[in-house]
């Protein structure tokens, strides 16, 4: 099994997004709380991949006439586009942002090594819109996105 480790992959996705114009990125230890200067992703390890045949997070591939093991890490990345104030401006912000962001995962996906990390073999993630709420509010504060983005290691 390979060396990498989620730090090692928290890194080359936060390089990733460095690449957008504009667009502050913090990953493990460096995630700050209150309220953060726009805009901003958060990058951070969420969980790793069970699979249904297996009782661990390894799984097996019979191919070539031996087995493959691998390990799925999910990483979580929030991005805080904009303040909500307006909310179809905001919200055409985070389309934009949203489709930059894309661009420098894609490029970086598709880079070898994945992410610039020996060990990451493959790469893809979902996007959804979200809002976020300060403390004891239900009114959004910021608009963004919510990006899972599932490695397969070894």
């Not at 390890?45 to 087995?67: I, K, M, Y």
């Not at 990451?120 to 504060?141: D, I």
Request: proline letters at 3%.
């Amino acid at each position: 099994m390979s060396e990498v480790t989620k730090a090692d992959v928290l890194a080359g996705i936060g390089d990733a997004l460095e690449t957008v114009t504009g667009l502050r990125v913090q990953q493990g230890s460096e995630l700050e709380e209150g309220r953060p200067e726009l805009p901003l992703a958060q990058v951070y390890w969420l969980r790793s991949q069970t699979a249904a045949e297996s009782a661990n997070d390894r799984n097996t591939f019979a191919g070539l006439g031996w087995p493959q093991r691998w390990l799925e890490w999910v990483f979580r990345v929030d991005v805080r586009a904009s303040e909500a104030g307006f909310f179809g401006q905001a919200y055409g912000k985070m389309l934009t942002l949203e489709d930059a962001i894309e661009d420098a995962l894609e490029e970086a996906a598709t880079g070898k090594p994945v992410f610039g990390v020996a060990g990451v073999g493959t790469a893809r993630w979902t996007a959804e819109f979200v809002t976020w709420s300060g403390a004891g509010s239900t009114e959004p504060e910021a608009v963004g996105s919510r990006f899972e983005v599932v490695c397969r290691i070894g």
